[in-house]
């Protein structure tokens, strides 16, 4: 699915920020005069009023499902019903995301750290480490996932002017430390709930095809451009949500006999030492 139509080139520098990237490797040329996190940082002045009044117009759709997935979550797994983590804003500056926890209490993240490492450094789609089960889950955690409805509590950090419903979503730190100069040029753009790549393959897509797809937005940015990822975003879940469902019986057909749920994060820890 393509909003544009197209995966859009981000061409050198430009006023609006965007910078180029050569083919899908993540080797991109890096820029003559190397611009500063913060140099060309924008945020139009329609954003916060189209922000509030969505969120004020969804008010009776988004809150009674937010108070059903903290009762569901309350439920499901011991334990807080939010999660907080630290991530990288707007001119990188850090602040403190809100997602529903979708992980047991015990579980450990630097899997993730290290998988997502691994995305940036090869040229593949960026498919979800949970897409084939993932022990560390707390019930329903694999839906919400899928669903992004983890995300749902971002809503209070678009209030408070840390993100907006459309953007880059925002790194952790230990995925910008990582970033080459070129690739840095995303934090000039106010992260947000949803974007330009994910409702243009998300997960489908190279990690170098994110960040070319995050820039062209930052460059091409719009009410008009905004508003219709807001409605290609409903689409895109039930996307997701299908090939949730569908990922085991792929796996199933691929390797002759079900994939063993801890296969991939055993994978990950041999190849730990070479990422």
């Not at 040329?29 to 945020?43: D, G, I, K, Q, Y």
């Not at 998988?115 to 993932?134: I, P």
């Amino acid at each position: 699915m393509r909003a544009e139509g197209h995966l859009p080139d981000a061409g050198c520098a430009t006023k609006g920020g965007s910078l180029s990237y050569s083919g899908s490797n993540g080797n991109a040329p890096h820029v003559a005069n190397e611009l500063s996190a913060t140099s060309l940082c924008r945020v139009p002045v329609w954003k916060a009023g189209l922000d509030i009044t969505c969120i004020l117009l969804s008010l009776p759709l988004w809150l009674p499902l937010m108070i059903l997935l903290m009762l569901v979550t309350r439920i499901a797994s011991p334990g807080p019903i939010f999660y907080r983590q630290k991530r990288v804003g707007l001119g990188g500056r850090h602040f403190f995301i809100w997602k529903f926890r979708t992980m047991k209490l015990s579980a450990e993240t630097q899997t993730h750290e290290r998988y997502l490492e691994n995305l940036m450094r090869v040229d593949c789609a960026m498919t979800k480490l949970d897409a084939y089960g993932d022990p560390r889950l707390a019930p329903f955690g694999r839906v919400l996932r899928a669903s992004g409805l983890d995300e749902l509590p971002q809503i209070f950090n678009v209030l408070h002017g840390e993100m907006s419903l459309v953007g880059p979503r925002p790194c952790t730190p230990n995925e910008f430390a990582h970033y080459e100069p070129w690739q840095r040029q995303r934090v000039n753009c106010l992260p947000g709930l949803t974007g330009y790549w994910q409702v243009n393959g998300k997960n489908k897509t190279t990690f170098s095809e994110m960040i070319a797809l995050d820039l062209f937005y930052f460059k091409s940015m719009s009410i008009l451009l905004d508003l219709k990822i807001m409605l290609k975003t409903g689409t895109a879940i039930a996307g997701q949500l299908s090939d949730s469902r569908q990922a085991p019986q792929r796996s199933r057909q691929e390797d002759g006999s079900p994939r063993s749920r801890t296969t991939i994060l055993q994978t990950l820890t041999e190849l730990a030492p070479k990422i």
